[in-house]
């Protein structure tokens, strides 16, 4: 699947388009197909580690990958469909329509 | 009450929503948007190019404070006696300075001022949303729409701060859709 990844913080150059491998879904976990996210201004202060204070959650991540972010993907609200689901979930099923917030 | 910042992904929303419970909102945002903060049921808008509306003399019983930037103690001169003001984001100044000074100046007085926090997201507020986009009270306003390839250019746009409504990534489509 692709995915925008980054290693570094600092500006829209970062991100980077990539195809990575498509994760499996752990037990009580659902893997969604996005269809649609949204772009937030969380996600530029991530994207930048500013202020100051996103680094002390997510990590000081240096642009030689001494000191890794602890996130390298961003995003937070997604609108999708269930591909799988892990085991012990009984709320979702494939293909339920699905619009969490990331961290829902 | 009043929104200040109500024309970006927060604000449209907020209008809505508010609208939805019954409140007469106003709505403060730059010209360029002033036909659509009427167009998703504003009750009154005020031109923050023109007007500054914690000088007015117009008072509320409920601020949201989106984007932007006032003192605090402007937003205490614009609240009601019993106003409340709920800091959502907005400048680096006008959050660092609500989110200590908040509590601390709603110890004087019966007005209340504080940070709203990170949101977090629970079913039950999902559902009500969902009714509410069901219903057609809430419809996104959308500003532009960019595939995944783009990521870096649509936040780019939002960076620069004056998107109209939401700026949304699309993930190409298939079949199971
Ligand atoms: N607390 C939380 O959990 C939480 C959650 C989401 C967002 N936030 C914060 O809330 C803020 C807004 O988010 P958003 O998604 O709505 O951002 P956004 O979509 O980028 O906001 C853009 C809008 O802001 C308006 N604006 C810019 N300067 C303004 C000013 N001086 N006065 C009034 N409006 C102004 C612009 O209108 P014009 O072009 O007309 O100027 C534009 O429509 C951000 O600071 C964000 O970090 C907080």
Redesign the pocket.
């Known amino acids: 699947m692709k995915a925008i990844v980054r290693t570094a913080y600092g500006s829209p150059d970062v991100l980077q388009l990539k195809e990575v491998e498509k994760p499996a879904p752990n037990d009580g976990e659902v893997l969604v197909k996005i269809h649609a996210a949204s772009a937030?201004?969380?996600d530029y202060?991530r994207m930048r580690g500013l202020p100051f204070l996103v680094r002390l959650v997510y990590g000081p991540a240096r642009a030689d990958g001494l000191l890794k972010l602890r996130e390298w993907r961003l995003g937070t609200d997604i609108a999708g469909r269930v591909e799988s689901v892990g085991n012990n979930v009984t709320k979702f099923q494939p293909k339920d329509r699905f619009s969490p917030d990331k961290r829902c | 009450m009043l929104i200040?910042?109500?024309?970006?992904?927060?604000?449209t929303f907020a209008v809505q929503i508010a609208k939805s419970f019954g409140a007469e909102v106003t709505a403060?945002?730059?010209?360029?948007?002033v036909d659509m903060a009427r167009s998703i049921g504003t009750d009154h808008v005020i031109d923050?190019t023109q007007e500054d509306f914690t000088r007015n003399g117009q008072r509320y019983d409920l601020i949201l404070a989106?984007?932007?930037?006032h003192p605090i103690l402007a937003y205490r001169r614009a609240l009601s006696p019993m106003g409340m003001y709920v800091l959502?984001?907005?400048?680096m100044a006008q959050?660092f300075q609500g989110m200590p000074l908040g509590p601390l100046v709603s110890r004087i007085g019966s007005k209340k001022m504080g940070?709203?926090?990170?949101?977090t997201t629970n079913q039950k507020d999902l559902v009500v949303i969902k009714e509410l986009l069901e219903a057609g009270k809430v419809a996104p306003v959308i500003d532009r729409c960019y595939p995944l390839s783009e990521v870096a250019e649509a936040l780019r746009y939002?960076e620069e701060?004056?998107?109209?409504?939401?700026?949304v990534i699309t993930v190409e489509r298939s079949a199971d859709r």
């Open positions: 937030n201004p969380v202060h | 200040n910042g109500a024309s970006g992904g927060v604000g403060v945002c730059s010209t360029r948007n923050y989106v984007n932007g930037y959502a984001g907005g400048s959050i940070f709203m926090g990170i949101a939002l701060g004056h998107a109209k409504g939401k700026v």
